[in-house]
Nanobody, 118 residues
Framework: QVQLVESGGGLVQPGGSLRLSCAVSSCTFSTYAMNWYRQAPGKERELVAA????????NYADVVKGRFTISRDNVKNMMYLQMNSLKPADTAVYFC???????????WGQGTQVTVSS
């Protein structure tokens, strides 16, 4: 069974940085498109960043462009989100998401809390 586990969240001051990690237990991780979503209190879940199966293509929400970087390691079955210049508006639960186009299924992690506050 495919499992996704996020880590790296926590409390950080405005302007600080965090790196989120997503560990994926799957023998076909390298075929998945991967995404980071986030959901703030009272808000709908939004797509933050996306990366293709090879890692060659990425997309970002406008509000995080230039500050966040999504990456993946298909040897280690890991995905990352480097978050720099964090703002209070970035406070949310961040979720790892995988899309298996062959099986037409997606998978979600449990989420990790990111709080940006002084």
């Amino acid at each position: 069974q495919v499992q996704l586990v996020e880590s790296g969240g926590g409390l950080v001051q405005p302007g600080g940085s965090l790196r989120l990690s997503c560990a994926v237990s799957s023998c076909t991780f390298s075929t998945y498109a991967m995404n980071w979503y986030r959901q703030a209190p009272g808000k709908e879940r939004e797509l933050v960043a996306a990366i293709t199966s090879t890692g060659r293509g990425t997309n970002y929400a406008d509000v995080v462009k230039g500050r966040f970087t999504i990456s993946r390691d298909n040897v280690k079955n890991m995905m990352y989100l480097q978050m720099n210049s964090l703002k209070p508006a970035d406070t949310a639960v961040y979720f790892c998401n995988a899309w298996d186009a062959y099986l037409y299924k997606d998978y979600w992690g449990q989420g990790t809390q990111v709080t940006v506050s002084s």
